[in-house]
């Protein structure tokens, strides 16, 4: 092999060896540049189904019947009067009478209802027992879009009104709305007392204008909200009102196992 046979040979190597590296980078890039695409596009996966789970879970009660499934009336002699936005549930002549201020909003209130709902209607029906029923808009801004609070407690005072008081309360809060999230709308509260016999038109009508609504936020804000005899301390050591408030003997019960006990 001579002299310029070995060189020209060499060179087609170093050509070779030159495009072999060009290649490889180039793969390298190509690669990269995939990689980057498709972290991209798994980021913007999770970000639109992030935001379409938050919209479906604040929306999941739109169209849905509120359920009737499981909710029984009051015993025969229970009696149901709504005094201004105070509903009294229970028979003539119990002995005890218990007061309780909850927002059908309220999620503590939700499980105050699931812990002690049961026994209490056992109570009111035994005749051993009177509630007075506080409807409180505390969370009105709480739900998406606000109101929820203040149409639901209305709602459920024009379902006194039509004596089924008791079925309604108890179906809100077993379906009960999450907090921050869409509440029931006011044909869903309609519907509610519908399926659970109410009939009449003036039901429907007190819904749609909020016939208690200036009440129930009066009574609220300018007397439930400010009255000290209501007054709880909080775990951080604060003092206020909140729900649910629960007295009897016109005192603050402290809720814990076995407080309705005698």
Known sequence: ???????????????????????????????????????????????????????????????????????????????????????TLGKPGAPKTIDIYADFLCPICGDFEKAYGPQIRQQVNAGQLQVKYHMVPMLNTRSNPEGYSLESANAALAAADAGKFAQFHDSLFKTQPKEGARGYDKAQLIKLGQDLGITGQDFANAVTTGAYNAQLTSEFENKTAKDPNLEQTFPDGSKGFGTPTVIRDGKVVDVKAGWLQP
Not at 17 to 40: D, F, L, N, P
Not at 59 to 82: D, H, L
């Open 1 to 87: 092999m001579g002299g310029a046979e070995r060189n020209a040979r060499k060179k087609r190597q170093q050509q070779q060896a030159a495009r072999v590296v060009t290649q490889a980078r180039g793969g390298g890039e190509t690669k990269k540049i995939i990689a980057i695409v498709a972290g991209v596009v798994v980021l913007a996966a999770l970000v639109i189904g992030g935001v379409l789970w938050t919209n479906a879970s604040k929306n999941q009660t739109e169209g849905q019947a509120i359920t009737t499934s499981g909710i029984e009336a009051p015993a025969a002699g229970v009696v149901e009067k709504r005094d201004g936005v105070v509903v």
